[in-house]
């Protein structure tokens, strides 16, 4: 089993940064891949990255390509989002989850989420 808590979350302004991370436990992720998800109130959860368990290749969606990065630190069995130049339809609960792809069902364990609310 790997329990998977993300944190980070908040209130920011548009324009604002911030950095969501998801720390794992139980068992290591440093040899799995790892994705990251939203979802705002009545919508689906919508895919935003994933991160190969090497960290050397990395996907976005194409609605936070070049101001979202996604990195990871294996050796502390955590992995990062980096949100920059944030928008209003940013707004969401963040999951983190283990897995590969833009699809939920590609993915097994996940986090219970993270809020983070951009105002304009």
């Known amino acids: 089993q790997v329990q998977l808590v993300e944190s980070g979350g908040g209130l920011v302004q548009a324009g604002g940064s911030l950095r969501l991370s998801c720390a794992a436990s139980?068992?290591?992720?440093?040899?799995?891949?790892m994705g990251w998800f939203r979802q705002a109130p009545g919508k689906e959860r919508e895919f935003v990255g994933c991160i190969r368990w090497t960290g050397s290749s990395t996907y976005y969606a194409d609605s936070v390509k070049g101001r979202f990065t996604i990195s990871r630190d294996n050796a502390n069995n955590t992995v990062y989002l980096q949100m920059n130049s944030l928008k209003p339809e940013d707004t969401a609960r963040y999951y983190c989850?283990?897995?590969?792809?833009?699809?939920?069902?590609?993915?097994?364990?996940w986090g219970q989420g993270t809020q983070v609310t951009v105002s304009s």
């Open positions: 989850a283990r897995g590969f792809g833009t699809r939920p069902i590609d993915y097994d364990y």
């Open positions: 139980g068992r290591t992720i440093s040899s799995s891949n």
